[in-house]
């Protein structure tokens, strides 16, 4: 299964085998087929199995501790993966690569988490900040924690963007009020608010593509 994978991909593997592999790879003397079905029958996907709580993972028959922390791990290793494409120095030529580069950010996220990416005259990311996390259906976020992170620094633009993990791209009303709040905080202090991306099951969103 190993070979034909490295050789092949494994986009023709049904949900089960997938799982079943990469469980072989962490336990390889174990016969993992009968694990990988328990795990998608208990949390229905690769991803829920991924998502789900260490103490949950391991009721599972055959999921110590050790595997169900290294399960857990997958998605971190996955962001890196994809994180890793964009060089240490990145640099942004559209709203468009700004977006797909939030949609990595929010892999194996589970609560609502804002970023504030912010940007010098050049489109070069200066910093990225995790200014918030909240639940799984909402993060609160004062104007003052992002003018904390910005002020000080050589940001001459501040991209917002927050992930939502039920699923729907659009922005609740809550969502709106706190972009005009930050616009407002971040124009006072010489800084434009390019833009705002929300983040929904791998697509995404932004504020100045439509209007809400």
Partial sequence: MINKALKHGIESFQPHEVLELYLFTLLPRVDTNHIAHALLQKFGTFEGVCNAPLEELMKVKGIGRKTAQQIKLFPYFVKAYQLSAH????????????????????????????????????????????VAEGTPSEVYVEPRQIVEH???????????????????????????????????????????????????????????????
């Fill in 87 to 130: 060089g240490d120095k990145i640099s942004f030529r559209s709203i468009n690569e700004i977006g797909e580069y939030c949609v990595k950010l929010y892999t194996g996220v589970v609560n609502e988490i804002m970023y504030v990416l912010c940007l010098d005259a050049s489109n070069k990311l200066v910093n990225q900040v995790l």
């Fill in 150 to 212: 910005v002020i000080h620094t050589t940001t001459c633009s501040v991209v917002l963007c927050h992930n939502h993990p039920g699923g729907t791209l659009m922005p609740s009303q809550n969502d709106i009020e706190t972009n005009k709040r930050i616009k407002v905080a971040l124009e006072a202090i010489g800084i434009r608010l390019l833009d705002h991306i929300i983040v929904a099951k791998g697509n995404y969103i932004t504020f100045n593509n439509h209007k809400f």
